[in-house]
Structures are given as C-alpha cells and as structure tokens.
C-alpha cells in the first residue's frame, strides 16, 4: 500500500509540474463600440436617438502535439450586447492541411456562405415580430453540440477548392413546449480562381435538419441552400448570393400556436460593393426576403412576409485598429401581404475598437 502511494504522489507531482511548464499558448482578442443611432420608424411619429455601446472579448488556446497535430479550442469572457457568450469545443489541424471541429462544431452550410457588402456601424430598424420573413444567406443550416465538422485542406481535388460536410445527432432533449432539434446534416464549398485582374470566389452549401415535437404538432424537418459569388478587383468588390429553404423556429410565447412555427419558401436575395480608397472604405447593399410562415408545423403557409433592406456606409481608419462608423439603412417591410408600418430608416455615427 505504502508503494502504490508514493507511485500515486508522484505521478500527481510530476503532472503538476508539467501543468506548469507546458501550458498551451493563449491569445486575447476583442472589441468595443460606441457611438449614436438615430431611428426613424414609420411605426411612430416620433424619431429618437440612442446611444449603442457593444464589447467583447474572447480568449483562444492552441497547442501542437509532437506528431504535429494542431489542438485548438475558444472561449467568450465578454460579449456584451449580444445574447449569451459563445464558447467552442475543440479544433484538431492534422498535417494535410485538413481540420476537424468537435463539440458543438457547427453547420458545414454556414460555413461556406459569401460575405455581401453592405452598411457601416450600427444603424438598425426592427421589424414586427409577427414579419417572420429571414433576411440573411444563412438562415437555415441549425446543429446540435453533438456534432463534428471537418474542413478539407486547401486545393482540394482542384485548385483553389475546400470543401467541409457535417453532422449532428440528438442530444436527448425532451421536447415539450416547443420543438427541439434532433439531428442536422450539412455540406459545403469555396472555389476561388481568376480571372485576367479579377480575384472570383464562389461559395455555395446545404444542409437539412429534422425536428421533433412532443405536444400538439408532427415532427417535422427543415431545408435550405445557398450560393454566391464574390469579385475583387483593385479596391473593387462585388459580391451577391440568394439562398432558398424552408426554417422550423421557436419563439418564447408560452401558447404552443405561437411557440413554435415553420417559414416555408424563404428566399433571399442579397447584392453589395464596397471601394476602398486609402484609409476610406464606401459600401452599400441591398437585400431582398420574402417568407410564408404556418403555426402549424408540417403544413405550408399561403400569406407570404416580405422585407426589403437598403444600406450603405462609409468607414475611416483612423489609428491601428480604430475605425469611425457612418451608416445608415431603410426598411421595407409586408406581413401576410399587407403593407405595415414596421419600417424606418436609421442612422449611425460612432467608432470601433477592436484588438
């Protein structure tokens, strides 16, 4: 017994010690901004003016195994102004190049996405809640944590080409008042090549997720795809992308008629371009959406939610990694059909920090 002790206090000295002298490299990163929006709501006679001040701050672990494998891994001590904190499970980079996220890796769909050029800063205008029309190229694409991702090294097959699939399975979470997810599968690629001066990135995914239901409604699934293109020439870029797909989603009404609902026929339609001119950078965009959503799970929505966003802004540099903000944005929007006075224009002016 006194052996097998003297093994055990060891083995504990020797594994503190290693703690110690081996810890894994962390980085810090974050931001803050502040800065005035004004909104103009069509909803009201009245125009008001507020102050918008937003932090984060996130730390990131990484380390290489002897055999060269990259273990990585994140977490958010800060995220002020967004909902939750965001934390991730674990990135292993193996030697092709190749990655795979484990833990609450995510949507290979979203991953792929084309990023659209559009306003600066934070102008803002809200919508009804009852206008379920989903404006952004990833709307669809959920996962559970019980999922892994995996990333194909760089030049793929071909050159210029990564492709990333995923896949999620059910946590065991009871679905009672609302609908729980319980299981997604998504795939996805970037293409970048050239053309004469012309840098062209092309990104497109999809993906597909089943939900079940305990209460009153079916289980049910959701779907959708999105693809986009991306053009860089000089200071010039262009970029657009449309996605299409039905959405299964959640609200925190208590009723189960408005608990839960389906957007079926979402599409999105997004365009913008943005010229950087030295330390100036001036984008704008325009986005399209239009959505039919149902309280009954299952079944197809007839009256159709529409919103139309226009934006642009202008961006100046004024230090190493501080930049001034100058945005503004317009809101059209219809419910079930009908014209509604949700709508607005908005205005931004303020200055982010980011290190």
Not at 130 to 145: I, K, M, P, S, V
Not at 321 to 340: C, I, M, P, Q
């Amino acid at each position: 017994m006194k052996k097998e002790l003297l093994i055990a206090s060891a083995l504990v000295s020797t594994l503190g010690v290693a703690s110690v002298a081996n810890a894994v490299t962390a980085s810090t990163s974050g931001s803050h901004h502040t800065g005035l929006r004004g909104t103009d709501s069509d909803s009201s006679d009245a125009d008001t003016i507020a102050q918008v001040v937003a932090s984060s701050f996130s730390v990131s672990l990484s380390e290489t195994t002897d055999g060269g494998v990259g273990i990585a891994s994140s977490f958010m001590l800060a995220n002020e102004g967004v909902t939750g904190l965001q934390s991730a499970g674990l990135t292993l980079t193996f030697t092709d190049g190749s990655k795979l996220d484990v833990i609450n890796a995510g949507n290979a769909a979203k991953t792929h996405d084309i990023s659209v050029p559009g306003g600066a800063g934070e102008a803002s205008i809200t919508v009804t809640a009852n206008n379920r029309a989903q404006t952004g190229l990833d709307f669809f694409g959920e996962a559970t944590a019980v999922g892994v991702e995996w990333h194909s090294a760089a030049d793929f097959m071909a050159d210029g080409l990564k492709i990333s699939a995923s896949y999620s399975g059910d946590t065991g979470a009871a679905a009672a008042a609302s609908v729980a997810l319980e299981s997604s599968w998504g795939i996805g690629a970037t293409y970048v090549t050239t053309a004469g001066d012309t840098s062209v990135t092309i990104g497109a995914g999809l993906a597909e997720s089943e939900w079940k239901d305990s209460v009153l409604q079916p289980s049910t699934g959701s779907n959708g795809f999105h693809i986009g293109f991306s053009a860089v020439t000089g200071d010039l870029t262009v970029a657009a992308g449309v996605a299409n797909g039905d959405k299964v989603k959640n609200t925190t009404a208590t009723t189960v008629a408005g608990n839960e609902y389906e957007i079926n026929d979402n599409q999105v339609t997004k365009v913008g371009a943005k010229y950087v001119a030295g330390d100036v950078t001036l984008s704008v965009g325009f986005s399209s959406a239009a959505g039919k959503d149902s309280t009954t799970l299952g079944t197809a929505g007839t009256a159709e939610d529409a919103v139309d966003t226009t934006d642009a802004g202008i961006s100046y540099a004024v230090a190493s990694g501080v930049t001034a903000n100058l945005g503004w944005k317009s809101v059209d929007s219809s419910e079930a059909g009908l014209s509604e006075t949700s709508g607005g224009t908005s205005w931004y002016i303020g200055a982010n920090m980011a290190f």
